[in-house]
């Protein structure tokens, strides 16, 4: 079982919050990396190189969908897989997938040896590959956080990239062939065993029908082992993140790029688009090791990984990484929870995340360690971060601004530093109109009223992103209570509180006071520009989002549709704005600045004007 498909929120998990190998990768290269990368969101400009690895491996996975007994070589393509409205495939939609209705091709057309089945594999990778490369450089030119230019992306590197990855699978097959086709050969010629995730071929999930390159007796064939290869990778119509797999208590995730298991045993098969050189390399082998270790959890502990390889499609080598002992894996189970309960079940402070990067690691051409494995340097690691001049362990400096006044249009502004934005607030007052509180199945509370004192009024309700679990149980019409951690906001001139797993509601004494007219829902703020997150495309993206940092910290400024500036449109990575009367906000435990009615934006400095990052 290749996919889990999870329900984080059932379990109280926030499904943006989860652990993967990527975030565990970075913490263990440096924690104040880490926090940098996901709770200050200072995520570094994507270069065109992606393009390069998103165009290989979708045009690896349309040709391994074919089929060499149903598609033409020269044909187009043929297997495209219906999807449900959420871009996940319609498994269970028999009528929809294109396989069961095409015609299998004259069996002289077959290929029949590896010479021939290499040969057809090439030529369909060169009906996908131009389409693989425009949606690439698409989905590239569509990110307002990038950096470069397409030129510097080689379509001619990426095709010899794709033809490496087919002799590659074309190994697979050769193996299958001389070893009989494996254990599945005459289960699946006759039409059973498939899977609950079976590999995409262009048929639904249910089909208990031979397949047309089946054989009904005698040696197998080629065609039969380009079938009985075909390994699980996730579908190249499907859309982003549906087919990753969650660990069965919901805190971790990860999505695998092929997984071969025609042997009966499980491979799990890591493509990178690169010839292996580089620190990335260190990084790899604890991907595929934590791959290694989600599979065992999503197969209760029962099933364990045969072989782990990364396969370096620029080197045209196979790397072997050893897959972690049963022992190994229940420590990493363990060190794992505690880690997510450290950095993703509450907001970790920047001190609880010290700048001590790990060693810098250096490897050669595919992959293998070099003479000298390890920069000798501890410090090594900072001269090629993006965040050296943000991180007071290097000694790399930044023009940040940090601004307490800004005078424009005539009027004198006070500005709050990025880090000394408060979002979230304490406020004492009398419950009325209360309804619920209802207890939820992962103990959160859901419930409504309004928190009164004096004549002022807020509306409390849970935040769109879960609800309290420390709700007193005395909570009734008239009770004086104390609400602490709310994130507060305005709508339509009414004071709205909302709460979330971090805010609690208890019993408050006479005494206590926190008035509902002190709390702050405006904010002035300056910063640069670290990235611009997203753009109003006309499609479905309808808000201007960027990241500013200050020599305080940093925050998120978004507006949405007919509240975005006009400004927005020319503002780059690196200028200095001013966002004034913003609204005070907050996404995932960061502050955000959110330009509303009334708010404006100010260029103050234009990128130009001040040293790069």
């Known amino acids: ?54 165009a290989v491996e979708e045009c690896i996975c ?27 495939p319609a498994y269970d939609n028999q009528l929809a997938w294109p396989g069961p209705a095409t015609i299998e091709l ?43 230019s397409v030129d510097d992306a080689d379509s001619d590197e990426a095709r010899e990239m794709v033809r490496v990855g087919l002799r590659m699978h074309i190994d697979q097959v050769e193996a299958c062939l001389n070893a009989g086709g494996g254990p599945g050969l005459e289960i699946w010629r006759a039409g059973e065993g498939r899977g609950h995730w079976p590999p995409p071929d262009g048929f639904p999930r249910q089909w208990n029908q031979p397949h047309p390159a089946a054989q009904k007796s005698g040696d197998i064939l080629w065609s039969e082992a380009w079938e009985l290869a075909r390994p699980w990778f996730v579908d190249p ?37 690169s010839i292996g050189r580089g620190d990335r390399s260190a990084g790899y082998i604890d ?29 045209g080598t196979i790397k072997e990484v050893e897959c972690p002992s049963g022992r190994e894996m229940e420590k990493l189970s363990v060190e794992l929870s505690e880690l997510y309960q450290k950095i993703h ?7 609880e995340c010290p700048s001590e990067p790990s060693p810098l690691h250096y490897f050669d051409y595919g992959g293998v360690p070099s003479e000298v494995p390890i920069d000798p340097d501890p410090r090594a690691r900072c001269t090629h971060c993006d965040l050296r001049g943000v991180c007071e362990g290097s000694d790399h400096e ?35 109109g209360l309804r619920g509180p209802n207890l939820s199945e992962d103990g959160s509370v859901e419930l409504t009223f309004t928190l009164q004192e004096g004549y002022d009024r807020a509306k409390v309700q849970p935040s769109r992103y879960g609800a309290p679990k420390d709700v007193t149980r005395s909570i009734t019409n008239g009770s004086r209570v104390r609400i602490e951690n709310a994130m507060a906001s305005m709508w339509k001139g009414e004071v709205v509180l909302d709460l979330d797993e971090n805010s609690s509601v208890s019993v408050a004494n006479d005494s206590e006071k926190a008035a509902i007219v002190d709390i702050e829902t405006k904010v002035n703020a300056v910063g640069r520009v670290w990235s611009i997150n997203a ?47 913003g609204e005070i906000g907050e996404f995932n435990g960061q502050p955000q600045v959110r330009i509303g009615p009334g708010g404006r934006l100010v260029v103050l400095r234009d990128s130009t004007e001040v040293p790069s990052f």
Request: aromatic share 10%; charged share 25%; with cysteine.
């Open 62 to 88: 349309r040709v391994l969908r074919d089929s060499p007994v149903l598609v033409d070589a020269n044909a187009e393509d043929e297997m495209e897989s219906p999807l449900l409205d959420d871009g996940s």
């Open 535 to 581: 753009f109003p495309d006309g499609e479905g993206v309808s808000r201007w989002s960027v990241t500013l940092i200050d020599q305080t910290g940093s925050a998120g400024v978004v507006a949405f549709r007919q509240f975005i500036p006009l400004a927005a449109a020319g503002i780059n990575r690196g200028d200095e704005i001013a966002i004034l009367n």
């Open 106 to 148: 004259p069996q002289d057309q077959w290929p029949t040896d590896r010479s021939s089945l290499l040969s057809w594999a090439e030529a369909r990778a060169e009906v996908h590959f131009d389409r693989c490369w425009e949606a690439a450089v698409d989905d590239w030119e569509s990110l307002p956080n990038r950096k470069g």
């Open 287 to 315: 991907q595929l090791r934590l791959y290694c270790w989600l599979w065992w959890e999503t197969h209760d502990r029962v099933q364990e990984v045969e072989a782990l390889e990364i396969w370096y499609l620029g080197a």
């Open 345 to 351: 079940a509450r907001n970790p402070d920047i001190d």
């Open 1 to 54: 079982m290749p996919v889990r498909q999870g329900n984080p929120e059932a379990v109280g998990i926030n499904p943006f919050r989860r652990l993967s190998a990527s975030q565990v990768i970075t913490w263990n290269s440096c924690n104040r990396l880490w926090y940098y990368n996901y709770i200050e969101r200072l995520k570094s400009p994507l270069p065109p190189q992606i393009i390069r690895g998103n």
């Open 237 to 273: 119509d499907a859309g982003q993140w549906k087919q990753t797999t969650s660990h069965p208590d919901e805190w971790f995730q990860g999505e695998y790029d092929m997984v071969y298991e025609w042997t009966g045993q499980i491979r799990i098969i890591d493509l990178k688009a």
């Open 398 to 432: 930044l023009d940040l601004p940090l601004e307490r006044k800004l005078d424009r249009f005539g009027h004198s502004w006070p500005i709050t530093p990025l880090g000394e934005i408060v979002t979230r607030v304490n406020v004492v007052g009398e419950v009325s």
